[in-house]
Nanobody, 128 residues
Framework: VQLKESGGGVEQAGGSLRLSCIAS????????????MGWFRQVSGKEREFVGA????????TYADSVKGRFTISRDNARNTVYLQMNHLTPEDKAFYFC??????????????????WGQGTQVYVLS
């Protein structure tokens, strides 16, 4: 099971970035079927923070209050890919972003311990 994030980088405050997470190996079924996906972020020295979650169909999503209205999570099951569109970035969004997967995830799973497999992450920098 492998999850690989991409799309991180440096952006000005107010700008946008789109992160992608591709599932492969046994995870080829994890972007479809009964697998929910999530995005978390972490700043050095702090706990991993929930960002957003999506159920297997893409119909149900949940967001952290800090990103609600600015970030959108979506998925393309045919491509085994989950996306995190990040708009109106602020310096507080600077972090390492991880995607993760949970069997039977319903799009409401907000705790990092609920998830099973994790990618290695991608760094997002936001310049003020």
């Amino acid at each position: 099971v492998q999850l690989k994030e991409s799309g991180g980088g440096v952006e000005q405050a107010g700008g946008s970035l789109r992160l992608s997470c591709i599932a492969s190996g046994d995870a080829s079924g994890r972007a479809s079927g009964s697998y929910g996906m999530g995005w978390f972020r972490q700043v050095s020295g702090k706990e991993r923070e929930f960002v957003g979650a999506i159920d297997w169909s893409g119909d149900r999503t949940t967001y952290a209050d800090s990103v609600k209205g600015r970030f959108t999570i979506s998925r393309d099951n045919a491509r085994n890919t989950v996306y995190l569109q990040m708009n109106h970035l602020t310096p507080e969004d600077k972090a390492f972003y991880f995607c993760t997967t949970k069997q039977y995830g319903n799009g409401k799973n907000t705790g990092w311990m609920e998830y099973e497999y994790w990618g290695q992450g991608t760094q997002v920098y936001v310049l003020s």
